[in-house]
């Protein structure tokens, strides 16, 4: 049977997710220095997906797909999966966790655009003020120059493209969070979580064979091991089942208040982590970015 949560639960379901997504984003910095990209991608789809096997299962209650909730899974799995994976890994490698925390701050205000754009719903002033907020600390993250102490400059000085390829995860997760409440009327959270799991895996199978046949996996440390295990199971299996047993009865609109937890706990991280220095910009960059996480998150006054 499907497991509705109460609306309490349902919110610290939304809250722990984001925090894990912030999370994993962070630590896998030092994955990405282990392991190539798009084998890292194709080793965490595998492992999630040997631990959901299981929820592959059709239940006997769950109608038959139709054909727009394949589109909507596959949608749901290329933007939020696969494009937010690639993005993601590639644009922490050229950059540090503070500054990607900082570029995901803008995701709910990205979340209010693509609902005004694809669901025509109406954004307030407070909304366009939020986003103006978010679009200041990225600028100001654009004027930082990231100290040695915090990694961003391993990658020879392509920092400004890895803050690039981060916002475009942005734009993913803010997909990702529109598409997904579309997919809990039709499927439950487990079988979600795996069919767009399996859909990750076919995705990146060709590229993760490649970079495996021109990889020496001895070289790396039982360490990075234990960490790629963590992450396969934070980002494929954890973070979507308490996503999608969220919106089972929360508001999509709502939930993207909770996406304000993911550049909070990847800052966070990255800082008591990871070790990395917030410079004064990047700092002032992070403030504005939270003020506008705060104003894109606050309840509305109703009459």
Known sequence: MSFTPSRPLAYACLAL????????????????????????????????????LHWLRKPASEPPMTPRTRRLL???????????????????????????????AAIPATVAILSRIFLREPIPGRTWTAIACAALGIGLLGLARPSHEDGAT??????????????????????YAVIGKALTGALGPKRITALINVWGFLLVTPLGLWAALRFDFGGVATGSWLLL??????ASVWTVWLWMTGLKVVPAAQAGVFTAMLPVSAAVVGVAVLGEKLTFLQGMAFVSALAGVVLATLPARRD
């Open 229 to 234: 295990v963590f992450y396969a199971l934070a």
């Open 154 to 175: 391993g990658a020879g000085g392509l920092a400004w493209l890895g803050n690039l390829l981060v916002f475009g995860a942005v734009l993913c997760e803010a997909s």
């Open 17 to 52: 997710s984001m925090s894990l997504v912030g999370s994993y984003v962070a630590l896998s910095k030092p994955l990405v220095a282990a392991i190539p990209v798009f084998l890292l991608a194709w080793l965490r789809f595998g492992i999630g997906g040997l631990a959901m």
């Open 74 to 104: 596959f949608l749901e799995s290329f933007l939020g999966n696969f494009l937010f994976s690639i993005c993601m890994l590639f644009g922490v490698s050229m950059t540090s966790a503070v500054s990607a925390g900082v570029i995901m």
